[in-house]
């Protein structure tokens, strides 16, 4: 007797895991077509299928599984020439804008999955641009002038709009299609931030090893955030920033220029023709037609300085004048568009919220003076950002400040007001800040030069002195050294530790310094002296007590090395007290014999 069918329905599980088996199936038979039918010359009409498949899937196995059966099928479509080249016949040209408009819709999946929620997924899809893309500048440059390499531009800019607009991912839009109630979370903030992993797999594994890559983002990336205000794209800056601020590598000779994404565009190019040949051409239209001879000594402030041979190797000639591929050989045009990157970035740093300003501008200026202002071409362009940054106060005022002196003792800037600027943040909030250590590196940097006033250092210090009466134990720590340093660096002031006729008594003290004066130049410090840090003598620290009995001492030593004072906090010197080896064991107990009578003891002691 045969078995009765079974009349229960099969479970959804099972149901699902059928229904992915069959969906993994035909995507391996749409491939197998599409594969032959490139070979052979016949329709290929199933990549469509093969589109909606993925456009469709339910699941991150299913769709990363279609994606890289996408991917291969457009190797071999674009290796076979079926997207460049000559147009034989109308019908030619009808299936290559076909097949251009489904690169483009598997473009456009590929860059929202970006910020897909699975991380696999979205590492995958910055693969498979990436592959694309030398795929596709190859075979632009064998249909083309095989002396003239090419690089797809126009993939490329999605690429990077991809990375700096972060648009949703289509998973995200069909999932919210798919549901029906109301009750939905709303977006997060966060969906248009460009995702850490996406980010640090794009910086390790492109942008700081290959540099027709970081030539082109860096020239893409300006002209983006140019066309994008803030108000339209508030997450373009943020996103530019992390990955400008990341970049840790940069060439600095013609020779270091060696590294390709697109190998074409690593053969020699052409030479350029001389500058004075260029500008006869038309040059950049900056320069009048019918320029008198007489007006060429304006062209020697626009040539680079004499450098050394090794460094005048490579390419030379105005960055304007040269094509694509001269410039990816040419030092001056990569830091060209280093500049402007970062000339379009740092206004909209500032268009946010006050706290988010702030955050931005602490991120750039940590890094503006060793990884930004060496690499641009005019360094002095950023000084009005800089400056601006300078009236946030606080930790951003003071690396504005640290950004502003290499400007002026590298670059030449002209700012006469620096050190009132420096003075005005010496407030009595500057000695409990957790940064205080950095302000302690920065200012004794900025006061290093022997040439600089003995009024404006007497200044500094005696400023510093007075704050030190309510400063906290480690403060006073890194402070006294500090002014030992700028004594011995700085002979003029020693007069200010042997004024001991100020300090004799309260109604005999005549300290002249002005503390409310702005200009460190008149607050007649150098007529005071550093009674505060006299005082220090007698700290209830021991640490204090025993670094402020130097000033009394001869001056024999040439100074102190800051980095031993200036990381301490109370808990490292509550740390030292507990660890430091007592050499005289204290007294813990009493001679009853030397106990004089009616003391007050025996109320608070019983005595056997």
């Given at each position: 007797?045969?078995?009765?069918?079974?009349?229960?329905?099969?479970?959804?599980?099972?149901?699902?895991?059928?229904?992915?088996?069959?969906?993994?199936?035909?995507?391996?038979?749409?491939?197998?077509?599409?594969?032959?039918?490139?070979?052979?010359?016949?329709?290929?009409?199933?990549?469509?299928?093969?589109?909606d498949?993925?456009?469709?899937?339910?699941?991150?196995?299913q769709?990363?599984?279609?994606?890289?059966?996408?991917?291969?099928?457009?190797?071999?479509?674009?290796?076979?020439?079926l997207?460049?080249?000559?147009?034989?016949?109308?019908?030619?040209?009808?299936?290559?804008?076909?097949?251009?408009?489904?690169l483009?819709?598997?473009?456009?999946?590929?860059?929202?999955?970006?910020?897909?929620?699975?991380?696999?997924?979205?590492?995958?899809?910055?693969?498979?641009?990436?592959?694309?893309?030398?795929?596709?500048?190859?075979?632009?440059?064998?249909?083309?002038?095989?002396?003239q390499?090419?690089?797809?531009?126009?993939?490329?800019?999605?690429?990077?709009?991809?990375?700096?607009?972060?648009?949703?991912?289509?998973?995200?839009?069909?999932?919210?299609?798919?549901?029906?109630?109301?009750?939905?979370?709303?977006?997060?903030?966060?969906?248009?931030?460009?995702?850490?992993?996406?980010?640090?797999?794009?910086?390790?594994?492109?942008?700081?090893?290959?540099?027709?890559?970081r030539?082109?983002?860096?020239?893409?990336?300006?002209?983006?955030?140019?066309?994008?205000?803030?108000?339209?794209?508030?997450?373009?800056?943020?996103?530019l920033?992390?990955?400008?601020?990341?970049?840790?590598?940069?060439?600095?000779?013609?020779?270091?220029?060696?590294?390709?994404?697109?190998?074409?565009?690593?053969?020699?190019p052409?030479?350029?023709?001389?500058?004075?040949?260029?500008?006869?051409?038309?040059?950049?239209?900056?320069?009048?037609?019918?320029?008198?001879?007489e007006?060429?000594?304006?062209?020697?402030?626009?040539?680079?300085?004499?450098?050394?041979?090794?460094?005048?190797?490579?390419?030379?000639?105005?960055?304007?004048?040269?094509?694509?591929?001269?410039?990816?050989?040419?030092?001056?045009?990569?830091?060209?568009?280093f500049?402007?990157?970062?000339?379009?970035?740092?206004?909209?740093?500032?268009?946010?919220?006050?706290e988010?300003?702030?955050?931005?501008?602490?991120?750039?200026l940590?890094?503006?003076?060793?990884?930004?202002?060496?690499?641009?071409?005019?360094?002095?362009?950023?000084?009005?950002?800089?400056?601006?940054?300078?009236?946030?106060?606080?930790?951003?005022?003071?690396?504005?400040?640290?950004?502003?002196?290499t400007?002026?003792?590298?670059?030449?800037?002209?700012?006469?007001?620096?050190?009132?600027?420096?003075?005005?943040?010496?407030?009595?909030d500057?000695?409990?800040l957790?940064?205080?250590?950095?302000?302690f590196?920065?200012?004794?940097?900025?006061?290093?030069?022997?040439?600089?006033?003995?009024?404006?250092?007497?200044?500094?210090?005696?400023r510093?002195?007075?704050?030190?009466?309510?400063?906290?134990?480690?403060?006073?720590?890194?402070?006294?050294?500090?002014?030992?340093?700028m004594?011995?660096?700085?002979?003029?002031?020693?007069?200010?530790?042997?004024?001991?006729?100020?300090?004799?008594?309260?109604?005999?003290?005549?300290?002249?310094?002005?503390?409310?004066?702005?200009?460190?130049?008149?607050?007649?410090a150098?007529?005071?002296?550093?009674?505060?840090?006299?005082?220090?003598?007698?700290?209830?620290?021991?640490?204090?007590?025993?670094?402020?009995?130097?000033?009394?001492?001869?001056?024999?030593?040439?100074?102190?090395?800051?980095?031993?004072?200036?990381?301490?906090?109370?808990?490292?010197l509550?740390?030292?007290?507990?660890k430091r080896?007592?050499?005289?064991?204290?007294?813990?107990?009493l001679?009853?014999?030397?106990?004089?009578?009616?003391?007050?003891?025996?109320?608070?002691?019983?005595?056997?």
């Amino acid at each position: 007797m045969p078995a009765r069918p079974s009349s229960l329905a099969s479970s959804p599980k099972k149901r699902k895991g059928r229904e992915a088996d069959d969906t993994v199936r035909a995507i391996q038979d749409l491939e197998k077509q599409l594969t032959a039918a490139v070979s052979s010359g016949s329709s290929l009409n199933p990549l469509a299928d093969l589109l909606d498949i993925a456009l469709s899937a339910d699941t991150a196995v299913q769709l990363s599984k279609a994606l890289y059966a996408l991917y291969r099928v457009f190797v071999i479509v674009i290796s076979r020439g079926l997207l460049s080249g000559p147009d034989a016949s109308e019908e030619a040209k009808a299936v290559r804008a076909w097949l251009v408009d489904r690169l483009h819709a598997f473009t456009d999946l590929l860059t929202g999955l970006l910020t897909d929620e699975e991380s696999s997924l979205r590492i995958s899809a910055l693969d498979i641009l990436f592959s694309l893309q030398k795929h596709l500048s190859s075979a632009l440059t064998r249909t083309g002038d095989p002396k003239q390499p090419q690089f797809h531009a126009s993939h490329f800019r999605k690429i990077v709009a991809a990375l700096l607009l972060c648009p949703s991912s289509p998973r995200t839009h069909a999932a919210k299609k798919r549901k029906t109630s109301d009750s939905s979370p709303p977006p997060s903030a966060d969906a248009h931030v460009l995702g850490a992993d996406v980010r640090d797999h794009f910086i390790a594994t492109w942008f700081s090893v290959h540099d027709d890559v970081r030539w082109f983002f860096l020239r893409d990336a300006a002209i983006l955030i140019s066309k994008h205000p803030h108000a339209s794209a508030p997450q373009l800056a943020g996103n530019l920033l992390s990955i400008l601020e990341r970049l840790t590598t940069f060439p600095t000779k013609a020779s270091e220029l060696n590294a390709w994404w697109v190998e074409e565009l690593g053969t020699k190019p052409p030479k350029p023709k001389r500058s004075a040949d260029a500008d006869a051409d038309g040059g950049d239209g900056q320069e009048d037609e019918g320029a008198d001879e007489e007006d060429d000594w304006r062209k020697f402030f626009d040539d680079p300085p004499a450098k050394a041979a090794e460094e005048r190797k490579g390419i030379t000639a105005r960055v304007h004048t040269l094509t694509i591929h001269q410039s990816l050989h040419s030092l001056a045009a990569h830091k060209a568009v280093f500049t402007r990157a970062w000339l379009a970035l740092l206004p909209q740093l500032s268009q946010g919220s006050r706290e988010g300003t702030r955050a931005s501008s602490l991120r750039v200026l940590s890094v503006l003076h060793r990884g930004v202002i060496p690499h641009l071409t005019r360094p002095i362009l950023i000084m009005d950002w800089v400056s601006s940054s300078v009236d946030h106060g606080g930790t951003v005022g003071l690396l504005a400040l640290n950004a502003l002196f290499t400007l002026m003792k590298d670059y030449n800037l002209d700012y006469p007001s620096f050190y009132s600027r420096l003075y005005g943040f010496l407030d009595r909030d500057v000695l409990h800040l957790k940064h205080r250590a950095r302000f302690f590196r920065l200012t004794e940097l900025f006061l290093s030069s022997t040439h600089l006033p003995a009024t404006l250092v007497a200044s500094f210090v005696k400023r510093l002195s007075r704050l030190s009466l309510t400063a906290p134990p480690a403060a006073v720590v890194m402070l006294i050294p500090f002014t030992y340093n700028m004594l011995r660096r700085h002979p003029a002031l020693m007069g200010m530790i042997h004024r001991s006729e100020d300090v004799r008594g309260a109604e005999k003290c005549t300290d002249g310094f002005d503390e409310h004066e702005r200009n460190p130049t008149q607050t007649n410090a150098l007529e005071s002296s550093l009674w505060e840090l006299y005082s220090h003598r007698q700290h209830y620290h021991g640490a204090v007590s025993t670094l402020g009995k130097i000033f009394e001492e001869a001056f024999t030593r040439p100074s102190y090395g800051m980095e031993d004072f200036l990381d301490h906090t109370y808990g490292t010197l509550f740390d030292t007290e507990t660890k430091r080896k007592i050499r005289k064991e204290p007294a813990t107990a009493l001679e009853v014999s030397v106990v004089p009578e009616e003391d007050g003891v025996e109320e608070l002691w019983t005595i056997s």
